[in-house]
């Protein structure tokens, strides 16, 4: 279940990422420092827990959503200007939140 920090249908796109640690507890507050170009981070889900190759060590799969500084709905004249709404320039990344809202 996808836990939002801000309501995603505010955005036209946003960005989903993988991320694996070795916590179950996803980094909301430090996330910004692993990315460059990180701008706001809009939700996250925990999506796995494995096992590793160390005994009682677990890697838990992590996902989140967020949008670069330089994206449409933050940077209206950025590098993916164009009409608002999925479609048109986007990153490769770039998922559509309606189908992310249940």
């Known amino acids: 279940m996808i836990t939002w920090i801000d309501n ?16 179950p507890r996803f980094p909301v507050k ?21 096992n590793s190759n160390t005994k009682g060590v677990y890697l838990y799969h992590h996902q989140f959503y967020w949008l670069k500084k330089h994206d449409r709905d933050l940077a209206p004249d950025g590098v993916y200007k164009g009409p608002m709404g999925f479609g048109g320039r986007m990153p490769v990344e ?7 809202v249940k």
């Open 8 to 23: 995603p249908l505010n955005y036209s796109y946003v960005r989903k990422t993988s991320y694996t640690t070795l916590s």
């Open 30 to 50: 430090t996330i910004g420092k692993k990315f460059p170009q990180f701008g706001i981070l809009i939700g996250h889900e925990m999506i796995e827990k494995k």
């Open 94 to 100: 770039a998922v559509d939140p309606k189908g992310l």
